[in-house]
């Protein structure tokens, strides 16, 4: 029986001199670059790890023959760095990876056009949902979450020409509407972005990730593709879980902006010499 497999999640990267799709503090935290990204891959590849999509990382957690490490790489939203860096990156590892797309995103500067979807596709690339419009599907009612989730995949499908198996939650925000709605759309599995590994015991409908920040140094980066180091991100993350509840969405996202951003505007210790 294979070992856990973590899925590492990320967002948009970006180049030297490239503009982002969202300045703001809160989205910053997630964006890494591409000489940090190129890193990451060099110590996935060092230490003998496949790099897996999420078909590739569900088949091998039920093979009794895997014995090579594996971590499944997963972006979200569709950003158009999905394709200019993301892919012919992984591409020269020889690694795989599940893209997440946003459909209402496309199109818009800084993501992916129909045609690099197609692109991204074709090079072989999984293609999952991130919905339609990345609105938090636990703010939504029952009828709401089913487009999101039916329209987005019934959309990806036809641009893609291939079968979308697999769905990822805006914002991490999941309760059992979704999970219902995804059974009825006909996803085999939703990614959510509870902290953990995978195994051949998991939820395949609540699959655990770990979100790689822009702030993450390379030794956390190697703990974390080994399923360690995550004791203070689950702290972290109960902290947060339990803002969310007692705020709501809405609320929450608006005072964790505000924090965010009078911490960017601190002064560093080269400002106060």
Not at 76 to 85: E, M, P, Q
């Amino acid at each position: 029986m294979s070992k856990n497999i973590v899925f590492l999640m990320y967002h948009e990267l970006q180049s030297i001199g490239q503009g982002l799709v969202d300045e703001s503090p809160g989205y910053l935290r997630y964006v890494v670059s591409k000489e940090q990204f190129e890193k990451q891959l060099d110590i996935v590849s060092q230490k003998g790890f496949k790099g897996h999509s999420v078909t590739e990382s569900i088949a091998a957690l039920s093979s009794a023959n895997q014995e090579q490490p594996i971590v499944c790489f997963t972006f979200d939203d569709g950003c158009a760095s999905d394709l200019g860096v993301a892919a012919p990156l992984l591409a020269k590892n020889g690694f795989n990876a599940t893209f997440y797309v946003t459909v209402d995103h496309l199109g818009k500067d800084g993501y992916l056009t129909k045609a690099e979807l197609r692109e991204l596709s074709d090079l072989g690339f999984e293609i999952g949902s991130h919905s339609m419009t990345h609105r938090h599907l636990s703010d939504l009612d029952e009828e709401q979450i089913r487009g999101e989730l039916l329209n987005s995949k019934q959309a990806l499908e036809e641009i893609v020409g291939k079968p979308v198996d697999h769905f990822s939650c805006p914002g991490g925000r999941v309760n059992t509407a979704v999970t219902q709605a995804a059974l009825e759309a006909g996803y085999k599995t939703v990614a959510t972005s509870r902290l953990g590994t995978n195994s051949a015991q998991s939820n395949h409908l609540a699959l655990a990730r770990v979100a790689i920040k822009r702030d993450m140094n390379l030794k956390t980066f190697e703990r974390i593709c080994n399923g360690k180091g995550q004791f203070l991100m689950k702290s972290e993350d109960s902290i947060l879980h339990t803002g969310k509840r007692i705020l709501g969405n809405e609320r929450y996202d608006r005072l964790r902006g505000n924090i965010l951003s009078l911490l960017d505007r601190r002064p560093s210790s080269s400002d106060t010499k």
